[in-house]
């Protein structure tokens, strides 16, 4: 089944709890749904969930198990919140955090020693792809980032497609994918992420070397969610 994730960012209030509950009473979709709201809702969300076929993930983690570190969250104390999932190396996070490779790899190694399985993100900038560095950055933060074992997910974001409302072709996606899973081989889910939205999951969804999807925008409400998890490839 494929992996369809839900990355509400900065997003998220009490009230949104809403949103989850639709997606509890909706029909299964035919997908593991992940949804990873804000630290601040990670428990209520995750205590609603418990037992039901959506698991919760949290959005990012400090590499060390607890200590002096102002303002950040161990992987440790997103598991006991409920998080069974954690992106780590966010686009986001890279360029408004200053993450780097190694950085990432320690938060993807953290969220392992935690028992959570870390969302690792990777895609190239516009400039890098219009100057034909696409394969090459992205299996070069690959080998720099993700753990070479363990449980492990891929996420390949194009940092040009994020929140903009484009996306590469299907065959440009299915190239860096095909490169992605020849590199960690075909245990390791590659999610798409990038502009995924109702209308263009399906064709998405449907690429032989997609895994699942990384959804910002469209996975804050459940309707247009459970529509990009609806033509998920059971
Ligand atoms: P988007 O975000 O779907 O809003 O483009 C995806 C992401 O950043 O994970």
Redesign the pocket.
């Not at 497609?161 to 903009?164: L, Q």
């Not at 990384?214 to 996975?219: E, F, H």
């Given at each position: 089944m494929q992996l369809i994730a839900g990355?509400w960012?900065m997003n998220g209030l009490k009230r949104h709890l809403a949103e989850l509950e639709a997606l509890l009473a909706a029909p299964a979709p035919p997908a593991r749904l992940v949804v990873c709201p804000p630290a601040t809702l990670l428990a209520a969300f995750a205590e609603r969930a418990a037992g039901s076929a959506v698991a919760i993930g949290a959005q990012d983690c400090h590499p060390e198990p607890a200590g002096a570190f102002t303002g950040d969250l161990s992987a440790e104390m997103l598991a006991d919140a409920g998080a069974r999932y954690v992106?780590v190396g966010?686009?986001?996070r890279r360029m408004g955090h200053h993450e780097t490779d190694a950085l990432v790899q320690a938060k993807a190694r953290a969220a392992q020693r935690a028992g959570l399985a870390p969302i690792v993100?990777v895609g190239e900038s516009l400039a890098e792809r219009e100057a034909g560095r696409t394969l090459a950055v992205v299996l070069a933060q690959l080998a720099a980032s993700l753990p070479a074992d363990g449980p492990r997910i891929v996420?390949y974001?194009p940092v040009w497609?994020?929140?903009?409302g484009r996306t590469p072709s299907p065959a440009e996606i299915e190239e860096v994918h095909a490169a992605i899973v020849a590199r960690v081989g075909p245990h390791v889910p590659v999610l798409y992420?990038?502009?995924?939205?109702p209308r263009n999951a399906g064709p998405i969804l449907a690429l032989p070397s997609v895994g699942g999807a990384?959804?910002?925008?469209?996975?804050l409400e459940a309707r247009s969610f459970l529509a990009v998890a609806a033509a998920a490839r059971p």
């Open positions: 990355n960012k992106i966010h686009s986001e993100c996420a974001e497609a994020i929140g903009s992420g990038g502009s995924v939205n990384l959804v910002g925008g469209a996975s």
